[in-house]
């Protein structure tokens, strides 16, 4: 049956071939469909990086938006991200960038219920894995975070990526241990060889070979912190009398290593395919791995071990956990040094001294650890996941019962929250202080205009008893009741504004200075309209100085009108005292005005 993968990975798809190009192309020939992510980052950018940000960039811009086709059904995307990679707020923000790329990718191959495989354990990659929301969950732990420098802070999310996963693998003992403090569900599964490739090796002697001379130590890779340049530089100065080859593509880690470019016993290929390595190891004596021994490679198992053990070849390397564990297990497969060049050197002559005795079995301890078996065993694991993870499924009743207690849980708790925050919090006093204006009366104004019917979130209600209050209020204290008044209110069982005369009247104003409006209106804009209208017809003499009253809450949305449409006029805006009213009601109001500011806004009246 044909599954989807998505390989998040540790590396570029074009970098010297890994367990995780191997894992990608052994599931395409296996009639799987996959998706390989590119590298997102372990630490921050530095000025070294380039170089590798210009590759990726240019990977970019020649594909399509970040994806490339490999291969049938095997498919590389590059992502383009902002480098902080323990920033979680950019992690998060990240993930959503890839995982909205990918799901549209994605939408387009019907690409669905993936299976995850991760070989890097960042917060980026866990937040990206939950948006995947994958069939299966699967952590490949090639790499023992924490003991390497630069990796301590990958540490908490790579125990939340072990908790998360359905499946664990580890490529050495040291990472096997640390995984199972936090999963029980985990496999060895440690560099091996492709069959094909070391079986039946082709080819013509390469031309290098003419000119090196006999016997020939042989290292195959790069030079990183692993790599012993000590040791290496002593041993090649003290063996004049061996040639050293070195196969691959060798990026100097540091400037040590560039001292064996002065040794005339001492040869690189340059970088060469993959698939060429069996054909030069085919023509040296010994392999090599002169590894520091240090906590960082305790927990590495290195994949020259069977490369070298596939071809029959006498191996010499330190004594790094792996390799202790090996030799214990398996007597005179390999030769293990201190790190110093005169026990390293003793144990090569050693090894030249044989005479092919331990050759079959070398080759078949790396045949038996080879790919081709180990892939078979991770899609069984694989594939008796999905069973298990289809079994349980399968009690519809349960899962939906689990769905819906999760489902109440959630809204308990939004309810809640949100309870907390519109009832007990201060937000809304906030928000509603930001609407009331703290102006003081003008006693040169001798119109007054009054909006009464606003401030409240029922229709019916009495707040209009507030504004005469506060009108008759400021009549007295003024002596003012010689001012002209024009009051619109709502037009309840009986109008607010003909309530609102009356109780002037018995205060004490002239009938004649008090006009209501008797005209329906639809909002404050044409509330405000027939005001003006009405001062135009009556041709009242205001030396267009006015003051408007009107109730707290509504005082800001009139400030932002009269401001828009009626800035020929000066007006002061007061209002009555605020209206008592219960939370809800409170809530209802403050959202409604700022509501109808949004929406004045938008037809233009502020």
């Known amino acids: 049956m044909q599954n989807n993968y998505i390989i998040i990975s540790a590396i570029d798809w074009k970098t010297s071939w890994q367990t995780q190009h191997r894992i990608a192309k052994s599931l395409v020939d296996s009639g799987n469909r996959v998706l390989f992510i590119e590298n997102t980052g372990l630490r921050n950018i530095k000025f070294k990086d380039k170089n590798r940000i210009i590759s990726r960039i240019k990977t970019w811009r020649n594909s399509t938006r970040g994806f490339n086709e490999i291969e049938k059904n095997l498919f590389v995307y590059s992502p383009i991200i902002f480098p902080a990679p323990y920033n979680k707020t950019i992690s998060y923000l990240n993930s959503k960038i890839i995982f909205k790329n990918i799901k549209k990718w994605m939408d387009t191959f019907?690409?669905?219920?993936?299976?995850?495989?991760?070989?890097?354990?960042?917060?980026?990659?866990?937040?990206?894995?939950?948006?995947?929301?994958?069939?299966?969950?699967?952590?490949?732990?090639?790499?023992?975070?924490?003991?390497?420098?630069?990796?301590?802070?990958?540490?908490?999310?790579?125990?939340?990526?072990?908790?998360?996963?359905?499946?664990?693998?580890?490529?050495?003992?040291?990472?096997?241990?640390?995984?199972?403090?936090?999963?029980?569900?985990?496999?060895?599964?440690?560099?091996?060889?492709?069959?094909?490739?070391?079986?039946?090796?082709?080819?013509?002697?390469?031309?290098?070979?003419?000119?090196?001379?006999?016997?020939?130590?042989?290292?195959?890779?790069?030079?990183?912190?692993?790599?012993?340049?000590?040791?290496?530089?002593?041993?090649?100065?003290?063996?004049?009398?061996?040639?050293?080859?070195?196969?691959?593509?060798?990026?100097?880690?540091?400037?040590?290593?560039?001292?064996?470019?002065?040794?005339?016993?001492?040869?690189?290929?340059?970088?060469?395919?993959?698939?060429?390595?069996?054909?030069?190891?085919?023509?040296?004596?010994?392999?090599?791995?002169?590894?520091?021994?240090?906590?960082?490679?305790?927990g590495v198992y290195s994949s020259k071990l069977n490369e070298y053990l596939a071809l029959g070849l006498p191996v010499i390397s330190t004594k790094f956990r792996e390799m202790n564990i090996i030799n214990k297990d398996n007597q005179n497969l390999i030769y293990l040094t201190e790190n110093n060049y005169q026990d390293f050197q003793n144990k090569i002559y050693l090894a030249l001294s044989e005479t092919n005795q331990f050759k079959e079995a070398r080759i078949n301890y790396a045949f038996n650890n080879s790919w081709d078996k180990k892939f078979s065993d991770i899609t069984n694991i694989i594939n008796r996941s999905l069973k298990l993870k289809k079994k349980i499924n399968y009690d519809w009743r349960k899962l939906y019962l689990n769905n819906l207690k999760n489902y109440s849980r959630r809204i308990i708790v939004a309810s809640v929250v949100f309870y907390l925050i519109l009832f007990k919090s201060p937000i809304f006093d906030l928000l509603g202080s930001k609407l009331v204006l703290k102006n003081n009366y003008n006693v040169s104004s001798n119109t007054i205009l009054v909006m009464s019917g606003y401030g409240s979130d029922n229709y019916v209600n009495n707040s209009y008893l507030l504004l005469a209050k506060k009108l008759t209020k400021l009549l007295k204290e003024n002596n003012q009741f010689n001012n002209q008044l024009i009051i619109s209110g709502r037009f309840q069982v009986y109008p607010e504004a003909q309530i609102i005369k009356k109780l002037l009247l018995t205060s004490g104003m002239d009938n004649q200075n008090i006009i209501t409006i008797d005209t329906e209106y639809k909002n404050t804009y044409e509330n405000l309209l027939l005001f003006f209208n009405t001062i135009e017809k009556k041709s009242f003499k205001t030396n267009n100085e006015f003051t408007i009253l009107t109730s707290p809450y509504h005082s800001k949305r009139v400030s932002l009108i009269v401001k828009k449409k009626f800035s020929n006029y000066n007006i002061n805006i007061i209002t009555s005292d605020k209206l008592d009213m219960k939370q809800l009601s409170k809530i209802k109001v403050i959202s409604y005005e700022y509501l109808s500011i949004i929406y004045n806004y938008f037809k233009g009246n502020i």
């Not at 490529?171 to 079986?199: C, W």
């Not at 890779?221 to 040639?243: A, C, P, Q, R, Y």
Request: proline residues 4%; glycine residues 4%.
């Open 110 to 298: 019907y690409f669905s219920d993936p299976i995850v495989i991760n070989f890097l354990p960042t917060n980026l990659n866990y937040n990206l894995i939950n948006q995947i929301n994958p069939r299966l969950n699967i952590y490949y732990a090639a790499n023992d975070f924490g003991t390497q420098s630069g990796t301590e802070k990958i540490l908490s999310s790579e125990i939340k990526t072990i908790n998360k996963s359905s499946i664990n693998f580890g490529t050495s003992h040291q990472i096997l241990d640390k995984i199972k403090k936090y999963s029980a569900n985990t496999y060895f599964f440690p560099a091996s060889i492709e069959e094909k490739k070391f079986k039946n090796i082709k080819g013509d002697k390469p031309k290098i070979f003419k000119k090196i001379k006999l016997p020939i130590i042989s290292y195959v890779g790069n030079f990183t912190e692993v790599f012993d340049s000590d040791l290496m530089i002593n041993l090649i100065k003290n063996s004049k009398e061996l040639s050293f080859l070195f196969i691959g593509d060798l990026k100097f880690y540091n400037n040590k290593f560039q001292e064996l470019k002065n040794f005339k016993n001492c040869y690189f290929t340059g970088e060469i395919s993959n698939d060429l390595v069996p054909l030069y190891l085919k023509h040296v004596d010994i392999g090599i791995i002169p590894y520091l021994v240090n906590q960082f490679t305790n």
